[in-house]
């Protein structure tokens, strides 16, 4: 007759602390790097369709667009105004300049035509050209191209960038040193 034994064996301990470690892991990660790579990645996304969209509403309606950054209230209330000097203040958006004056002035017959979510506090966007991307009916540049870097924790952790050419055309250049500053 064999003896019944209680307990566990070495094999079965070692499996058990083993998912329990895996499940702790899992647990205790620290997924706020990716949460603002993605964000970032996104944001830049988003602005880059902006950009290409205004492009081919310039060439194809023969209009000046501009894309630039406003004061969000103004934008929702269709409110006259210059594009901000920040590209972190307020909303990005776009519109028709039908004065061709560089500035978003409804009652002259400037429509908006796209607008983005305003960026988190928390984030900062810079551009190294001028405060507004003017598209002329060619779809170029009348403005200076540049480079817009997303700083998605307001540090220089995680940056991205974005170039935008001359001829109008956008870029997606990923991870960079760039920084918001």
């Not at 009652?107 to 928390?122: M, S, Y």
């Amino acid at each position: 007759m064999k003896s019944l034994q209680k307990g566990f064996t070495l094999l079965e301990l070692m499996v058990t602390i083993s998912i329990v470690g895996i499940v702790a892991a899992i647990a205790l990660w620290d997924s706020s790097d990716l949460l603002e790579n993605d964000r970032a990645e996104s944001y830049l996304q988003e602005l880059k369709r902006s950009i290409s969209f205004a492009r081919a509403k310039a060439t194809s309606s023969d209009a000046i667009v501009v894309v630039c950054s406003g004061a969000t209230a103004n934008i929702e209330s269709n409110t006259a105004m210059n594009c901000s000097n920040g590209w972190d203040q307020g909303t990005v958006f776009v519109f028709f300049d039908s004065d061709q004056n560089g500035s978003y002035n409804p009652a002259n017959g400037d429509t908006t035509l796209r607008v983005l979510q305003e960026i988190p506090k928390t984030s900062k966007l810079s551009f190294s050209g001028n405060n507004a991307l003017i598209f002329d009916t060619s779809g170029m540049i009348t403005s200076d191209s540049g480079t817009f870097t997303f700083c998605p924790s307001g540090a220089n952790d995680n940056n991205k960038a974005l170039q935008v050419f001359k001829s109008g055309t956008v870029l997606y250049l990923g991870d960079t040193t760039n920084t918001c500053d």
